[in-house]
T-cell receptor
Framework: NAGVTQTPKFRVLKTGQSMTLLCAQDMNHEYMYWYRQDPGMGLRLIHYSVGEGTTAKGEVPDGYNVSRLKKQNFLLGLESAAPSQTSVYFC???????????FGPGTRLTVL | AQSVAQPEDQVNVAEGNPLTVKCTYSVSGNPYLFWYVQYPNRGLQFLLKYITGDNLVKGSYGFEAEFNKSQTSFHLKKPSALVSDSALYFCAVRDGGSARQLTFGSGTQLTVLP
């Protein structure tokens, strides 16, 4: 099993550009999460999904959109990137009725 | 709202010595507490959790954590540190909702010196 994978690993954008980050999991988990990690601030939840076709806002959702058209994939979109969105983005998944979240390796995004 | 505090940004310890990484929490209701570890350029890995039961929880790689309800603390410990334990450690608390969202502390960088 690959676990949780993220594409791409690195990306540099110019202000105003758009992009989509892909998260895929092969563990048949129901729940999926997108976090951003910034120095000294830990991980903050952007959006999450409790199942295929459903999404919900987390702590810092502004400037991001998500979609979960397939159970195994959770996409994070930036419609118009801003320098404040420079961060490391982590995806995680969790099985129904279990507490442990499994994390992907992260995507390092720089917005110039 | 729930919150987690990790009062130390950096902890240094000599190899072979015991280590402690501190965490305090604030939550309404019963606490569900977690420790995760992050190695350089990697995602977070689960170490251990406290849901209920014994106050001393044992986890992966020889780590354990002590839950103290009166002090609202959940400190991570290891009797004998290894250089390979050097990493970033996060404490987290889970909310009571069905989504079981985690709120993370700011992280503590542990460096074990040879």
């Amino acid at each position: 099993n690959a676990g949780v994978t993220q594409t791409p690993k690195f990306r540099v954008l110019k202000t105003g550009q758009s992009m989509t980050l892909l998260c895929a999991q092969d563990m048949n988990h129901e729940y999926m999460y997108w976090y951003r990690q910034d120095p000294g601030m830990g991980l903050r939840l952007i959006h999450y999904s409790v199942g295929e076709g459903t999404t919900a806002k987390g702590e810092v959702p502004d400037g991001y959109n998500v979609s979960r058209l397939k159970k195994q994939n959770f996409l994070l979109g930036l419609e118009s990137a801003a320098p404040s969105q420079t961060s490391v983005y982590f995806c995680a998944s969790r099985r129904l009725n279990y507490n442990e979240q499994f994390f992907g390796p992260g995507t390092r995004l720089t917005v110039l | 709202a729930q919150s987690v505090a990790q009062p130390e940004d950096q902890v240094n310890v000599a190899e072979g010595n015991p280590l402690t990484v501190k965490c305090t929490y604030s939550v309404s209701g019963n606490p569900y507490l977690f420790w995760y570890v992050q190695y350089p350029n990697r995602g977070l890995q689960f170490l251990l959790k406290y849901i209920t039961g014994d106050n001393l929880v044992k986890g992966s790689y020889g780590f354990e954590a002590e839950f103290n309800k009166s002090q609202t603390s959940f400190h991570l410990k290891k009797p004998s540190a290894l250089v390979s334990d050097s990493a970033l450690y996060f404490c987290a608390v889970r909310d009571g909702g069905s989504a079981r969202q985690l709120t993370f502390g700011s992280g503590t960088q542990l460096t074990v010196l040879p």
